[in-house]
T-cell receptor, first 114, second 111 residues
């Protein structure tokens, strides 16, 4: 596609539930990143994929968070047993190559845990 | 401690006026510095990107400066327009793929 697409744009879930957030990167971009942005803050790194593999998942806050990119294109961020503190905007970005370059961000998924 | 600090946190300016946003960073090693504009409910969009060897870079009414010695950058907005109302985020990249984001400066342009 022309840009990075994230779905859903908004998600409200109850505490303790499981959610999946989807990211469709720009076609051909091998690198994909997930960031989390809390209100009034800059985005914080969660995980980086190069192709199908998670090259760096050091930003994932705990084991309730998991992300996959099985075919090296679409990625899914999965959050188990959601907590109110997980409420944030989850941003996805993609770039053409291994060493970054032109990052393009999606519009994000606003997750609200009630 | 955040490696990218921005000031002011927010500012209000009248349409047509100029403003300057500041960014101090401690990211090391340093590869490049980017300024992003983020409209409410949207993802960040790149305005400028500068490596350590570049002192200034312009994109229309946006001009960014970089002093790699003092590790400071500024973003100057000339002749502001209502559409400039947004959050402006300073982002540093180290010599790998990671980006370090500042908290942003929220700019409000009023008619």
């Amino acid at each position: 596609g022309a840009g990075v697409s994230q779905t859903p744009s908004n998600k409200v879930t109850e505490k303790g539930k499981y959610v999946e957030l989807r990211c469709d990167p720009i076609s051909g971009h091998t690198a994909l990143y997930w960031y989390r942005q809390s209100l009034g803050q800059g985005p914080e790194f969660l995980i980086y994929f190069q192709g199908t593999g998670a090259a760096d998942d050091s930003g994932l806050p705990n084991d309730r968070f998991f992300a996959v990119r099985p075919e090296g294109s679409v990625s899914t961020l999965k959050i188990q047993r959601t907590e109110r503190g997980d409420s944030a905007v989850y941003l996805c970005a993609s770039s053409p190559g291994e060493r970054g370059g032109g990052y393009t961000f999606g519009s994000g998924t606003r997750l609200t845990v009630v | 401690k955040n490696q990218v600090e921005q000031s002011p946190q927010s500012l209000i300016i009248l349409e047509g006026k100029n403003c300057t946003l500041q960014c101090n960073y401690t990211v090391s090693p340093f590869s490049n510095l980017r300024w992003y504009k983020q409209d409410t409910g949207r993802g960040p969009v790149s305005l400028t990107i500068m490596t350590f060897s570049e002192n200034t870079k312009s994109n229309g009414r946006y001009t960014a400066t970089l002093d790699a010695d003092t590790k400071q950058s500024s973003l100057h907005i000339t002749a502001s327009q209502l559409s400039d109302s947004a959050s402006y985020i300073c982002v540093c990249r180290s010599n790998d793929y990671k980006l370090s984001f500042g908290a942003g400066t929220t700019v409000t342009v009023r008619a």
